[in-house]
């Protein structure tokens, strides 16, 4: 937290101040990417150890609920097969942080089956709960317990009938961000953003201190302004994004097509940048 706010305090005075006032070169936008990456890392870390904190399990004679900061998921009693302990599963989904806090995401098994985890524990500690087609890791306090009273509930029967789902709180949706499609869309659009950022602060102590932004069929200019204008290329590229991300994050549970589309919109309008960039500096 003091690294994070020793490096972006200085870099947001810079940046309050009129475009034209900005130090734009390569030391600025380190100074950027530092900046985002600490921040970044202090969300996902605040996120972790507060879903370690406030991760709960309960069984009612409905179904089994998996609740952290707001979000939930409701497991029919009716979909529940079977449930294990002490079963060792690979549990590794690739990312360094996966592991921060409690253990979570998904993981794909050798049968075909998702595994969901919402556990504190290694899975050899955890309960996996399992339904047709995917297994829950939880890791309640008395799993024993736990287990009986589960059983007891299945014996007795639901008083309501209910689907498998998935209920949340935005925005911490979590089938939005375990969504592959969606995660590759975010990195690509924030990578080529911040490649053409990067490029463009590179490249800015060089250009003239006008530029033309419009040429004719001849190649003439017909608009000439002001050198730092080029930076607004990649800032309307990451206003673009945020919006379509955000739009996205709102339809996801009813509209996953859709909020795919509105993402892989946002990659596509980065690119478009990128070309006009490269057109207008050529």
């Known amino acids: 937290m003091v690294a994070m706010l020793g490096v972006t305090l200085p870099l947001g005075r810079d940046l309050l101040r009129p475009l034209i006032e900005w130090p734009i070169n390569r030391d600025l936008f380190l100074r950027l990417l530092i900046s985002l990456a600490l921040v970044v890392t202090?969300?996902?870390?605040?996120?972790?150890?507060?879903?370690?904190?406030?991760?709960?399990y309960a069984v009612d004679r409905n179904g089994l609920y998996i609740?952290?900061?707001?979000?939930?998921?409701?497991?029919?009693?009716?979909?529940?097969?079977?449930?294990?302990?002490?079963?060792?599963?690979?549990?590794?989904?690739?990312?360094?942080?996966?592991?921060?806090?409690y253990l979570h995401g998904q993981v794909q098994l050798a049968d075909g089956r998702r595994l969901h985890r919402f556990t504190t524990q290694p899975l050899a500690n955890s309960l996996l709960v399992y339904t047709a087609e995917e297994v829950y890791a939880i890791a309640p306090q008395d799993p024993t317990a736990f287990i009986q009273d589960l059983e007891q509930r299945q014996r007795i029967g639901a008083a309501q009938i209910?689907?498998?789902?998935?209920?949340?709180?935005?925005?911490?949706?979590?089938?939005?961000?375990?969504d592959p499609l969606i995660r590759t869309g975010l990195l690509a659009t924030v990578g080529v953003n911040l490649g053409l950022v990067g490029w463009l602060t590179n490249i800015y102590p060089a250009l003239p201190a006008m530029i033309d932004l419009r040429a004719n069929a001849l190649g003439a200019p017909t608009t000439m302004a002001p050198g730092y204008q080029i930076l607004l290329l990649p800032l309307a590229g990451a206003i673009i994004g945020l919006l379509n991300s955000a739009i996205a994050l709102l339809l996801y549970r009813h509209e996953p097509a859709g909020a795919r589309l509105l993402v892989m919109g946002a990659f596509v309008v980065q690119l478009l940048f990128l070309v006009a960039a490269v057109t207008i500096l050529r």
């Open 42 to 56: 202090t969300i996902v870390m605040a996120y972790r150890v507060a879903t370690a904190f406030t991760l709960t």
């Open 162 to 178: 209910r689907p498998l789902e998935v209920e949340v709180v935005r925005p911490f949706i979590y089938l939005f961000w375990e």
């Open 67 to 101: 609740s952290w900061l707001g979000s939930s998921v409701v497991i029919s009693l009716q979909a529940i097969r079977s449930i294990e302990q002490g079963v060792r599963l690979p549990m590794s989904n690739g990312s360094p942080f996966a592991d921060l806090g």
